[in-house]
């Protein structure tokens, strides 16, 4: 997935600075999203400083190449785990334990078009996030339910 980020990047002409590479790294290791201040830390347990500025830039060029994203209901960033996958890459939140499931269906995002096209409005990305529960958790909610 490094080397993945790494080749998306020079692709796209952006040198593989000592910074950039640290970030990749820390998102690349992470179990759940970060905040710049997460990140931060992180770099910091491993000796390295860059400062908020610095990782609030990185992300965005990140964000800008899908290579991470900010989950929006939690705030946090993640590493894209789609790749190249067409339409806009969302997530689904379960908001009883935490996991975090990223989708992208090209449909869906055509279908979001046409309605706001209808309504005179030319849509260029979209901003959407499935909170509820996931599977297990649903599964758990719903045999505590039969026993109770
Ligand atoms: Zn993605
Ligand atoms: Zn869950």
Known sequence: MLQAAIRVLQAQGYKIT???KQVLEVL????KPLSPYDIQSFLK???KYLNHVTIYRILDLFCSLNLAHKVLSIGGFVKCSLGTAEGCHRFMVCH???AIQEFADK???QG???FTRNLGFHTKYHLSESSGLCADCFRKQFEEQKLG
């Open 18 to 20: 000592e910074p950039r």
């Open 28 to 31: 690349e290791g992470a179990q």
């Open 45 to 47: 347990q491993k000796g």
């Open 96 to 98: 009883q334990c935490g």
């Open 107 to 109: 449909e869906l995002c």
């Open 112 to 114: 979001e078009d046409a």
